[in-house]
């Protein structure tokens, strides 16, 4: 058993069958996991996996695990191991709960789609997605799909902020299949949670990249969604090539939870030069003088779009 694992309380019996695989959907009791041999499988959790310090540490989709399959049974896998995780998006508890509620492990990067039109582009939600996955130690890329709908100068003037601020920007059509190699290559091997607005193509895009997938309609999820967002977690869809596509839940349900105001300049990548520059140590860089960050903003070395984003996330804290 390697570093940081988490290993059951009771002794493991002998004689059993030990798989690896990726937590792939649950959300209590019952796991899907897809092992690495490429089955699916029920899994549980017998007992409670304890971490050092007595934390108990909650399962959650993304996860590695390693398994203990019983041949002489069928009541399914027992999860014996949950392995150290590279990152988490969590957000508050569901019902009034204490603690956190982990979203997806594991994820290397998130995506978010917007459209180049139809519906029109958010710059400020894009912002604040941007943001979320800063503050959850997450590499954020950045799609424009429907790029058949304007031209190519008015495409890459949507996002020409984000882009300045080093955030990777593909354009795409599903339609004329521009862009589409590029961002496959992206997601290959790499564990991606796919976030955006309804009807920018998200299902398109995927759907298109990776025949297959099957992606769960808009329809459908709505129906699962209605009344219980609390209650559905996200759903993991295998690459072919290794890797997995988180669909929803993803940055939106997890909100700003977690963000302390005083860490949302750091989320914006761009303002970090300037951060430790201000008159005042404590600076909120809104109405202070000798603000170095406003100074940026008046001198165009800073984008004014990008601040006032800033200065909206910081009063939704606020409220
Ligand atoms: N013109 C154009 N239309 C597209 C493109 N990609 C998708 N669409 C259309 O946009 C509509 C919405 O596409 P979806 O893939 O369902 O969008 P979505 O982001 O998955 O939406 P939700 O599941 O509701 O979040 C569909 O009618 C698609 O045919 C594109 O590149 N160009
Ligand atoms: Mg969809
Ligand atoms: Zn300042």
């Given at each position: ?24 959907q649950g959300t209590g ?32 989709v ?27 998006l969590a957000r508050r508890a569901p019902g009034g709960a204490?603690?956190e509620r982990v979203v997806v ?27 979320i ?60 949670a796919?976030s955006?607005p309804s ?17 769960r309609?808009a329809?459908i999820s709505d129906s699962v969604n209605k009344g219980r967002h609390t209650t559905v977690g996200a759903v ?10 988180a669909d929803t839940p993803g940055l939106r349900e997890v909100g700003l939870w ?62």
């Amino acid at each position: 058993m390697s570093n940081g694992a988490v290993a059951l309380t009771q002794p493991m019996p002998a004689g059993d069958i030990v798989v690896d695989g990726v937590v792939v959907q649950g959300t209590g009791g019952q796991w899907i996991v897809r092992t690495d041999g490429g089955a699916r499988v029920i899994a549980s959790l017998r007992g409670r996996l304890k971490q050092e310090g007595d934390e108990v540490l909650k399962l959650a989709v993304g996860d590695r695990v390693t398994m203990l399959v019983d041949p002489n049974e069928t009541v399914g896998c027992t999860i014996t191991r949950i392995h150290p995780r590279t990152s988490q998006l969590a957000r508050r508890a569901p019902g009034g709960a204490r603690g956190e509620r982990v979203v997806v492990a594991n994820l290397d990067q998130v995506l978010v789609v917007f459209a180049a039109a139809r519906p029109e582009p958010h710059p400020r939600m894009l912002d604040r997605f941007l943001v979320i996955a800063e503050a959850n130690g997450i590499a954020a890329r950045i799609v424009v799909n429907k790029c058949d709908l304007v031209s190519k100068t008015e495409a890459r003037a949507l996002f020409a902020d984000q882009a300045a601020a080093g955030y990777p920007v593909h354009y795409t059509s599903v339609h004329t299949g521009v862009g589409l190699d590029s961002l496959r290559e992206q997601l290959a091997g790499r564990n991606t949670a796919l976030s955006g607005p309804s009807g920018v193509g998200k299902s398109s895009l995927m759907n298109t990249l990776f025949p297959g997938l099957n992606l769960r309609t808009a329809a459908i999820s709505d129906s699962v969604n209605k009344g219980r967002h609390t209650t559905v977690g996200a759903v993991l869809h295998p690459l072919p090539g290794g890797g997995f596509i988180a669909d929803t839940p993803g940055l939106r349900e997890v909100g700003l939870w977690g963000i302390e105001a005083r860490d949302v300049a750091w989320c914006f990548p761009e303002f970090r030069p300037y951060l430790g520059e201000c008159r005042f140590a404590d600076c909120m860089h809104l109405v202070e003088p000798g603000c170095a960050l406003r100074d940026a903003v008046e001198r165009g070395e800073v984008s004014a779009a990008r601040y006032d984003s800033f200065g909206r996330l910081l009063n939704e804290l606020g409220e």
